[in-house]
C-alpha cells in the first residue's frame, strides 16, 4: 500500500522555538501576563497560557529584545485555546495582525535569534 504524503499547507513553516512573551488583551487595563511560544512562524505563535480565550480576542504580545530599549510589539489575534497535554494551561494559537514588512523582518530575526540559542545549549 502506498504511503501517503503530508502536504503542508502553511505559508511559514513553524519552529519549534521557546520565545518568552509579555501579553494582555487588547483595551483591557491591569491584566499583563506571561507565556512562553511552543512554536512560532512569520505567520503566528502558538503560546502555553494560564488562561483559555475565545476566537477573536485580540491580544497585545511584547517580547523583550536585547539591543532594544523597548520591547518588540506585535498584535494578534486567537484562532484557538483549548486545554493543553497540562490540565492547568492551554494551547493557545495566535495569527499576527497588522504585519509590515519591517515588521516581519523583525520576526524572522527573533526567531532566528532565539533558534540559535536553543542549538547552543
Known amino acids: ?5 503530508s502536504v503542508e499547507r502553511r505559508k511559514h513553516p513553524r519552529s519549534d522555538v521557546a520565545i518568552e512573551v509579555n501579553y ?16 512560532s512562524s512569520l505567520a503566528g505563535f502558538l503560546l502555553r497560557t494560564d488562561t483559555e480565550y475565545k476566537r477573536g480576542v485580540c491580544l497585545v ?9 523597548t520591547p518588540i510589539r506585535l498584535l494578534g489575534r486567537v484562532v484557538e485555546s483549548r486545554l493543553s497535554n497540562n490540565p492547568i494551561t492551554f494551547d493557545t494559537r495566535i495569527e499576527f495582525l497588522a ?15 532565539y533558534l540559535e540559542g536553543q542549538r547552543g545549549r
Request: glycine letters at 2%; proline letters at 7%; a positive charge.
Open 1 to 5: 500500500m502506498p504511503e501517503k504524503l
Open 24 to 39: 494582555h488583551v487588547l483595551g483591557l487595563i491591569d491584566n499583563l501576563s506571561y507565556a512562553q511560544t511552543r512554536n
Open 99 to 113: 504585519m509590515n514588512d519591517d515588521t516581519r523582518r523583525v520576526v524572522k530575526k527573533l526567531i532566528e535569534h
Open 61 to 69: 504580545l511584547e517580547i523583550p529584545w536585547p539591543s532594544r530599549l
